[in-house]
């Protein structure tokens, strides 16, 4: 995959372009320094986490021959209190009506989330990062 990159726009604000020619604004909300100019991080975590299933799901559906005529998915993060602030629970829900039955269902959101969904399985892998501080790589 070809990376993004982010660039700051003014206090929190940053400008996300991605290989595509697409853009996303990020920010803060005020209470920490921010001024809500875009999606906050984590709202976007859930957005992707929620974009990229429904696509696996979506495309299982049409496969199946059951495509939805009604499609939406809800997701909902539960946060720790303290540093990290990582989601300790995410809940998404997924609403499909039309022809499909409950095992298709249930067999194309659980490919997605077993199999198929780049974000979903990237959440559990380890994450690595280094540091380049004003043109020299640091430990």
Known sequence: MKPVQLKLIDGLHLEGHASSGHSVSLDAG???????????????LLTALGG??????LSLLRKFGAPPTSF???????????????????TAVYRIEGETSAEQALKA????????????????????YKIILNGVEID
């Open 30 to 44: 005020a209470t920490v320094g921010g001024q809500g100019k875009g999606f906050m991080p984590s709202e976007l």
């Open 109 to 128: 959101v659980r490919s997605s989330y077993e199999k198929y969904s780049v974000v979903a399985n990237s959440l559990r892998a380890a994450i690595e």
């Open 72 to 90: 939406e998915v809800e997701l909902e993060g539960i946060k720790r209190e303290t540093h990290p602030k990582s989601f300790t629970n995410i």
């Open 52 to 57: 990229c299933t429904s696509m696996d799901i």
